[in-house]
T-cell receptor, first 111, second 116 residues
Framework: GDSVTQMEGPVTLSEEAFLTINCTYTATGYPSLFWYVQYPGEGLQLLLKATKADDKGSNKGFEATYRKETTSFHLEKGSVQVSDSAVYFCALPPTGNQFYFGTGTSLTVIP | GAGVSQSPRYKVAKRGQDVALRCDPISGHVSLFWYQQALGQGPEFLTYFQNEAQLDKSGLPSDRFFAERPEGSVSTLKIQRTQQEDSAVYLC??????????????FGSGTRLTVV
């Protein structure tokens, strides 16, 4: 069945470091792919999405490219800030009625 | 409203007590979803509404869980005879498109339920 596999955390980086969070998926067809972010004490927020192969989603300095050949959608940011500290979820939309979320990767950025 | 609103934000229930969690979705969003998020985990699907119709309740863990959306807007998730394993954050989400396939979800801040 459909699923996403996400890089285990937690990840701790210094401010201005480069971030990569890996995500691979298994899906029937070519669905849209999403990254959600959850700040402490809050619900999930849509961070970015890509709707087809080779699309690049971007928002707030984060980017992810939909790679059909490697079934991946890795999240990257060139220079992280303390305010980026959060939990990041890769997500696959439904073939049925439910989204499939990864287990989440916790990021802590230290000054 | 501007976002998805959930209430209460926090709920402490004694084991065996019934609880009701409210979700007010974004106006005009036809799809509404409930998810359960255990500590350190990703959200797990509970149930899905399109307008007032509950099209999928396959994720509800037991018959103690019941959800409704009688007028196609506000939804209530009810848990009867709460157990400790029900302790989690309950997230509500809505979407402009059916099932959230294209636009994704807008989530509320969640209700953190603690059963003692």
């Amino acid at each position: 069945g459909d699923s996403v596999t996400q890089m285990e955390g937690p990840v701790t980086l210094s401010e201005e470091a480069f971030l990569t969070i890996n995500c691979t998926y298994t899906a029937t067809g070519y669905p849209s792919l999403f990254w959600y972010v959850q700040y402490p004490g809050e619900g999930l927020q849509l961070l970015l999405k890509a709707t087809k192969a080779d699309d690049k989603g971007s928002n707030k300095g984060f980017e992810a490219t939909y790679r059909k050949e490697t079934t991946s959608f890795h999240l990257e940011k060139g220079s992280v800030q303390v305010s980026d500290s959060a939990v990041y979820f890769c997500a696959l939309p439904p073939t049925g009625n439910q989204f499939y979320f990864g287990t989440g990767t916790s990021l802590t950025v230290i000054p | 409203g501007a976002g998805v609103s959930q209430s209460p934000r926090y709920k402490v229930a004694k084991r065996g007590q019934d609880v009701a969690l409210r979700c007010d979705p974004i106006s005009g969003h036809v799809s509404l979803f409930w998810y359960q998020q255990a500590l350190g985990q990703g959200p797990e699907f509970l149930t899905y509404f399109q307008n007032e119709a509950q099209l999928d309740k396959s994720g509800l863990p037991s018959d103690r869980f019941f959800a409704e959306r009688p007028e196609g807007s506000v939804s209530t998730l009810k848990i009867q005879r709460t157990q400790q394993e029900d302790s989690a954050v309950y997230l509500c989400a809505s979407s402009l498109d059916s099932r959230g396939y294209y636009y994704g979800y807008t989530f509320g801040s969640g209700t953190r339920l603690t059963v003692v």
